[in-house]
């Protein structure tokens, strides 16, 4: 990832940092096939954070890095000790977390998101939600890189006078590929959980993923407002501009369909086996880690909903 999308970013990550790094991934240890190795793993990868963040001497950029590690190993605690839990909405919502606090976090991201019909999953897909939110920002990005470049060709043509007439066209398209953007990103909350309330399903991950100071994002639209984008979204195909969304589904900001009311829970069932196998092997950008599950001849483990256990 290029530095300068990296360094806007952790500036603006910064300030959920400091409370962060105190909390918790939410997984009730009490849960995960193996409890003790759970909270011990948790306790080591905490311990690492703050003396990772003690060494940074308040560098952001360091302090962001810190994050991201200590997100990657606590997945890694899940992974070794907690698998049972992986599809539930605590551990979605972890990844979701680490997203928004770790800029260089790339997909895949083990076990994330839950396939349909998983067993103990959450309600609502929200890594679904997610991964929607950040293919509609990729193509966002791709399509305002794409209206630069054909602007930029424009330019030696200076000669011609009439060239300057296309400068609102810029704008325009640029103005196309943001509401796009924030409709597929805004539309997935409603379309992958219709039934859930919507801020808990991830209607608000627009915002947090999509901020004006984002590099790239919205070149020549500095005053970009998403509830201008009525008109702008009836009159465009969004697919056309390099959109692609599962289902299709743009809405206009006044033709959202009816809020869900229901809030978030796990779904019956239980993992009875590392979903990935013993063994997982997985990658970010500075880091391989494999890792190994315990607890697997345990048999039958309870879920979350359960308390049961053999
Ligand atoms: C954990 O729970 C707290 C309190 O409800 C919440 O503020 C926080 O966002 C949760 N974190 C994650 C990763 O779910
Ligand atoms: C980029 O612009 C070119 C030229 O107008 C067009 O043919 C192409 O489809 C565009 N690509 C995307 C992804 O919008
Ligand atoms: C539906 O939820 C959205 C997101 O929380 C909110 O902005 C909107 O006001 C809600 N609509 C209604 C009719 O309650």
Redesign the pocket.
Known sequence: MPSIIYLAVSAAAMTGLAQLAS????ITASACVAESVYSDCNRNVADTWRSCINNCNGNGDCIVDCGCTAHQQYINCMAHSCWNQVYS??YQ??V??YFAVCPSATEPIPFWPAPDNAPNRCSCSLGKVLTNTLSARQAQLSCVQNITNQALNDIPDLSNLGNLANIPDIARTATDCACCGASASLSSAWQVCPNTVPTLAGADLWPLFFPSTFPNLYTSIPNFAWSTCDNTLSSTDCANLGFSDTDNKYYRPGDFPQNGTSTLHNVAGTVTAPPSGTVITWSQASATYTVTATGVDRGVVAGASQTDEC
């Open positions: 909390a918790q991934t939410n909405c605590e919502l972890f979701q977390q």
